[in-house]
């Protein structure tokens, strides 16, 4: 069953606008990634934020996470068209403080930057 | 360059017919994973190998069998037994097991069964 499931599924805004996109989860974690995922292609990671961190930057990213409510977000702000992918949380649903074997991952939400 | 390679990038395939998937990595990375993708749906985890000789099944295993006889390469083999084999199919690579280290992805190998 997957773990992690993103709002909204799909989400088209203008260049230059910020895009937020939000995960939620069911068990608990001892982390939460995003990954994007470019059409007919691979994923590649974006950030990785940890149960214990609240909020996470990376360049034009931000995370946050809140275990209480058991989701997180991704917001890119100052969107370009190279956005223009699909974004997907991957969370560990924790075995033990050392992590779990495995990653599961959400629908993705599909974003499109309009130029 | 470092990387993690799948080929062939799309592969077609009869029904009744076994097709093996090629993942290589050179990366040095112990840990390696195969996932489907459907349209619409996120990533299912089909088997992944923590160490060299070693694999555990994943969500999805029934109909795929692996291998992982170095740690460069973790082929996967869709055999004829799996019901619904056409889909996209990613592996990845992480530089040890467990979920605190990102994973790595290849370009992906689209499967489509006539």
């Known amino acids: 069953s997957q773990q992690g499931e993103e709002d909204p599924q799909a989400l088209s805004i203008q260049e230059g606008e910020n895009a937020t996109m939000n995960c939620s989860y069911k068990t608990s974690i001892n982390n939460l990634q995003w990954y994007r995922q470019n059409s007919g292609r691979g994923l590649v990671h974006l950030i990785l934020i940890r149960s214990n961190e609240r909020e996470k930057h990376s360049g034009r990213l931000r995370v946050t996470l809140d275990t209480s409510k058991k989701s997180s977000s991704l917001l890119i702000t100052a969107s370009r068209a190279a956005d223009t992918a699909s974004y997907f949380c991957a969370t560990d649903g924790k075995i033990s403080n050392f992590g779990n074997e495995k990653l599961t991952f959400g629908t993705g939400t599909r974003l499109t930057i309009i130029p | 360059d470092g990387g993690i390679t799948q080929s062939p990038k799309y592969l077609f395939r009869k029904e009744g017919q076994n097709v093996t998937l090629s993942c290589e990595q050179n990366?040095?990375?112990?840990?390696m994973y195969w996932y489907r993708q459907d349209p619409g749906q996120g990533l299912r985890l089909i088997y992944y190998?923590?160490?060299?000789?070693?694999?555990q099944k994943g969500d999805i295993a029934e109909g795929y069998s692996v291998s992982r006889e170095k740690k460069e390469s973790f082929p996967l083999t869709v055999t004829s037994a799996q019901k619904n084999p056409t889909a996209f199919y990613l592996c990845?690579?992480?530089?040890?097991?467990?979920?605190?280290?990102?994973?790595?992805f290849g370009p992906g190998t689209r499967l489509t069964v006539l």
């Open positions: 990845a690579s992480s530089i040890k097991g467990g979920s605190y280290n990102e994973q790595f």
């Open positions: 190998s923590q160490i060299v000789n070693d694999f």
């Open positions: 990366l040095n990375h112990d840990a």
